[in-house]
């Protein structure tokens, strides 16, 4: 007769979901950012909840930070940050350093929602959901056209409870 032994469940039942875990990972990396009016992270997974990247909206690599200003509005265009700044989705989608298809169905979590040119970049690499915490340019002309992307490539997107 085979012995059975019995476990007694003392696991904890309030640790975080994954949603989360990866969330909070996005906050952190946000925490990054060197812009003085909106920090932006993000953190893409895979199909089995490992982390495959991590993004914050900053300048490129090697790019003098302390040369060119963090504006929001300036004389011209070059006069504010928006030409320099990387946005925290392609950022992570950049710095993925694996094969391009193994983003393909990967989950992106992101601390605002998606630009329109971030959406490009989103569908283009095969990122199949987006978990967002905020939505604070929801019905600008680049928000309206960022869900037409998402929504005609079959991109999930979800607002983080």
């Keep these: 007769m085979q012995a059975t032994k019995k476990f007694i469940n003392k696991k904890r039942n309030d640790y975080i979901s994954w949603n ?10 946000a925490k990054r950012s060197k812009d003085p009016s909106t920090q932006v992270g993000c953190c893409i997974v895979d199909m089995e909840n490992r982390i495959l990247s991590i993004g914050y909206n900053g300048t490129p690599n090697n790019f003098p930070d302390d040369e060119f200003p963090w504006d929001r509005e300036g004389k011209t265009l070059n006069d504010t940050k928006y030409p320099y700044v990387v946005h925290s989705e ?4 950049l710095n993925y350093r694996g094969s391009r298809k193994d983003l393909v169905g990967a989950k992106l979590y992101v601390t605002l929602f998606p630009c329109n040119e971030c959406a490009k970049a989103i569908v283009q690499s095969g990122i199949k959901e987006i978990i967002y915490s905020d939505d604070k340019y929801n019905g600008t002309e680049e928000n309206v056209a960022a869900k037409l992307i998402l929504d005609t490539c ?3 997107y979800t607002k983080q409870k």
Excluded: D, H, P, Y
Excluded at 90 to 93: G, R
């Design 154 to 156: 079959g991109i999930k």
């Design 90 to 93: 392609l950022n992570a989608i």
């Design 20 to 29: 989360e875990f990866f969330m909070g990972i996005a906050e952190l990396a």
